[in-house]
């Protein structure tokens, strides 16, 4: 049945969505009432390996500012390119309304009205994964890619997985009939219920992961300013996720996912407990490579040649952008240094410390013995 998820899934190599994405968090004494943490909207374009993801974020504590973001991807092994713009101004939309703001980029193209920042990664494999992850939760109706997974759909996660189950009888789930399988491995507890009618897509998803399955924040062993040690950061020691309501519609015969809820309940190492819930909707999809317009998969900010780009995961290196490409900044002082891993960098910089260190100690002598 897994298989048969993932062919499903394989099916959506090309494919054009618009989606809205609406997040809570509960308050209050019993911590049940839910209130609006926030906004995204949508605009995906996927053929094969080439991306273009466009998003359009309000924060209801900044509700006249928007956060736009615009991720290109043209394929594997290729630098992606990503814009952050903030752009002030608008009218507060209330969940669930259509906004007469358009959902697309066209406002990246101002770029007088908005601070932009352009960004990419000098590891073209890390910069893929990076770049894909700004699908947010849509990953889940797009790629079948969870929370903490490693990047990876969740039919391999189960597969690899030493313990795995499938239900030989159906379980009904939201009034249609499907088959529950299980798995048990070092990426936490899986259990799906397939739809053998939908292409056995998921009607429900529920995930647990403890400690040792869960990324945690680095550890910080630096004494303090007081030269004191720093209290070791808190960890999650459990984390339960839960997608339900999942509506699954065919397009040209594909089941897509288009609607979805999903609830996340972690627990801390100091006792505490945190909670979210985000709902996720389709509101329009193509699988139709013909009907993706021309520039579907370009990139919609006009940005000036010279504009600095930032190598997210090598700050010594610097980029500029010029005539719609990103190349090496050929006035900086570290234009022609090639770029190699950070632990091969480290190992090349500590030779040179020593190799420093060892000319200063030789010159003391020479002196001392002089003298």
Same mark, same amino acid.
């Given at each position: ?51 273009? =993801?466009? +998003? #359009? ?10 956060? &736009?973001? !615009?991720? /290109?991807?043209?394929? *594997? ?76 759909? =969740?039919? +391999? #996660? ?10 030989? &009888?159906? !379980?009904? /789930?939201?009034?249609? *009939? ?194």
């Amino acid at each position: 049945m897994l298989q048969q998820y993932r062919e499903t899934m394989q099916q959506l190599a090309r494919v054009a969505i618009r989606a809205e994405q609406t997040s809570y968090v509960p308050v209050g004494p019993q911590r049940a009432e839910p209130v609006l943490a926030g906004t995204i909207r949508y605009t995906i374009v996927h053929d094969g390996g080439h991306w273009r =993801i466009h +998003e #359009v974020r309000r924060n209801p504590k900044q509700p006249s500012r928007l956060a &736009e973001f !615009e991720t /290109i991807l043209e394929g *594997p092994g290729t630098q992606p390119v990503f814009v952050r713009s903030l752009v002030t101004g608008g009218t507060p939309q209330p969940p669930g309304a259509e906004s007469a703001e358009p959902s697309d980029a066209d406002r990246l193209s101002e770029l007088q009205d908005s601070e932009v920042r352009v960004s990419t990664y000098s590891d073209l494999r890390e910069g893929e994964r990076q770049a894909i992850r700004r699908c947010g939760i849509a990953s889940i109706a797009l790629l079948g890619i969870f929370s903490f997974d490693n990047d990876t759909p =969740i039919w +391999e #996660v189960m597969l690899d997985s030493p313990a795995i189950d499938a239900a030989t &009888e159906p !379980e009904v /789930i939201d009034g249609v *009939p499907t088959y529950r399988v299980t798995s048990r491995g070092t990426l936490g507890d899986h259990s799906v219920w397939l739809d053998p009618n939908a292409g056995y897509l998921p009607r429900r998803v529920e995930i647990r992961k403890t400690r040792g399955q869960l990324p945690q924040r680095p550890s910080r062993d630096a004494p303090g300013a007081n030269g004191n040690s720093r209290q070791p950061p808190t960890e999650r020691v459990e984390y339960v996720q839960r997608i339900d309501a999942i509506r699954i519609e065919p397009f040209d015969g594909i089941p897509v996912i288009t609607a979805f809820n999903l609830e996340g309940h972690s627990r801390l190492s100091d006792g505490r407990a945190g909670a979210t819930r985000v709902e996720f909707r389709i509101t329009s999809v193509s699988v139709k490579p013909e009907e993706l317009a021309p520039d579907a998969l370009e990139l919609k900010a006009a940005i000036p040649d010279g504009t600095p780009v930032y190598a997210l995961d090598s700050p010594g290196i610097s980029y500029v952008w010029k005539d719609g490409a990103i190349i090496k900044d050929v006035t900086s002082p570290v234009a022609h240094v090639e770029f190699s891993p950070p632990g091969k960098r480290r190992y090349v910089w500590l030779w040179v410390c020593n190799a420093i260190a060892v000319a200063a100690i030789a010159g003391f002598a020479i002196r001392r013995r002089r003298t």
